[in-house]
């Protein structure tokens, strides 16, 4: 049986995105958000939701970019950190010890220690509510050249975090499952 | 050292949304699709971005709701194949064995063996590239009940699918790693 929990912004799973921008005087800044994945295959697309209070939210109007770092399981406290403060009081590079690298793509700075890495032109934003939606077109992806087999990054070595709202936990990856476009075949075949 | 691995559209995690709507003569349909996440918290909205080739992209514009059936590690099977075969030809329930449930609050069915839904309103759609975005605000979600705790989804008992593009591979949700909003808390003190 099914029962309602009411209408909550609950997906599983939901990322962990720390979003990098510069601000207008070229401090790099990072907030962590988990409203966002993969919008478009071509060109290839990914959109996050930031609400306007966040110091993010200007940086990105303005310099129209963004950068997204996957921070590994190893990383949980700075980017948990990196949701708690805000680019307005804090440099969150500077607290964390972590660095900033200037994307040669676009205009924005991405975490250096993070294994996998988006380089966005801002391309659209959408007003939903009380967040806007940012919508980036991918223009390079960055990877840490060991955790790469024939230039495919391996989600194992990445170790990504997951975000649970419902009881504010992040969770890593687990096993794998099964291929995809072949398991469900079996179904078809019949 | 980083590597360029050129635009891509890949994240970490990316989901597994199994995607229900009623055709123009009623018929139930699903279909997979991993582009999507939460876009605003208030109201609760979830967007997932489908191909206008699709059988599901005329259903949802002409019904203006869609609902979204998040499948357990075990129906890995019968997802995989809702990505493969096609509403225009198929009846995916009928060849599954899965059964459909209509929604009581969006004109949408949904699985019902699969243990997390979401119920839609189609409140916009963004025309990106070679995907329209379909922003939907949740009017309801559903839960099996023995897979709550105080009205609290469990990710372990849900036991989603993680959809990885680059090995075309689905993984499970791992361990826990953290508490969300608290672990980072040390940096800020400091």
């Known amino acids: ?52 209070a966040t110091y993010t939210y200007g940086n990105i109007l303005e310099r129209k970019a963004f950068t997204i770092s996957i921070p590994s399981e190893k990383y949980v406290k700075e980017a948990d950190y990196f949701g708690i403060a805000s680019g307005k009081h804090a440099d969150k590079f500077a607290a964390t010890g972590l660095t900033p690298a200037k994307s040669e793509v676009v205009d924005a700075p991405y975490v250096s220690e993070f294994p996998f890495i988006l380089e966005c032109q801002l391309v659209r934003s959408v007003e939903i509510g009380g967040h806007t939606q940012f ?5 390079d992806v960055k990877v840490d050249e060991d955790i790469t087999k024939d230039d495919h990054p391996l989600i194992e070595k990445i170790a990504p975090l997951i975000f649970a709202l419902e009881n504010m936990s992040y969770y890593g990856v687990g096993k794998y499952v099964a291929k995809a476009f ?9």
Chains 1, 2 share one sequence.
């Open 182 to 190: 072949s398991v469900g075949k079996e179904i078809e075949k019949k």
């Open 135 to 139: 919508i980036g077109e991918i223009k």
């Open 1 to 52: 049986m099914k029962k309602s929990i009411g209408a909550q912004p609950i997906v599983y799973p939901a990322p962990v995105f720390v979003v990098g921008t510069y601000d207008s005087e070229g401090k790099p800044n990072v907030m962590t958000a988990a409203w966002g994945g993969i919008c478009c295959s071509a060109p290839p697309c990914v959109s996050v939701s930031l609400r306007e």
